[in-house]
Nanobody, 123 residues
Framework: QVQLVESGGGLVQAGDSLRLSCAGS????????MGWFRQAPGKEREFVAV????????YYADSVKGRFIISRDNTKNTVFLQMNSLKPEDTAVYYC????????????????WGQGTQVVVSS
């Protein structure tokens, strides 16, 4: 497994931007597809975005498409989530996760998880 640590969360106003980072360690990063998920209070964890190990392909949840951008730098073992035009409904704990197999929107497909970083968007 790879160890993951998220950072970059915080309190922002609607319309603002945030950039989340997820640093990996323990094993080489590049063979993993990397995903971002989020969990709001009282709700189930939901898929946000995923990027293939090469970084060539990405996929987004409809709720964030056009506003969020996932990217990665395998030389730094880091994956990013650029979040623009934030809305109050984006408020959640954001988790990054690593998947040794194919990129997936299902949380159960991921082998390793970070501890999460809190994002709060005020209206």
């Amino acid at each position: 497994q790879v160890q993951l640590v998220e950072s970059g969360g915080g309190l922002v106003q609607a319309g603002d931007s945030l950039r989340l980072s997820c640093a990996g360690s323990g094993r080489t990063f590049s063979p993993y597809a990397m995903g971002w998920f989020r969990q709001a209070p009282g709700k189930e964890r939901e898929f946000v975005a995923v990027i293939t190990w090469s970084g060539v392909s990405t996929y987004y949840a409809d709720s964030v498409k056009g506003r969020f951008i996932i990217s990665r730098d395998n030389t730094k073992n880091t994956v990013f989530l650029q979040m623009n035009s934030l809305k109050p409904e984006d408020t959640a704990v954001y988790y990054c996760a690593a998947n040794q197999d194919n990129p997936s929107t299902a949380a159960g497909a991921y082998d390793s998880w970070g501890q999460g970083t809190q994002v709060v968007v005020s209206s």
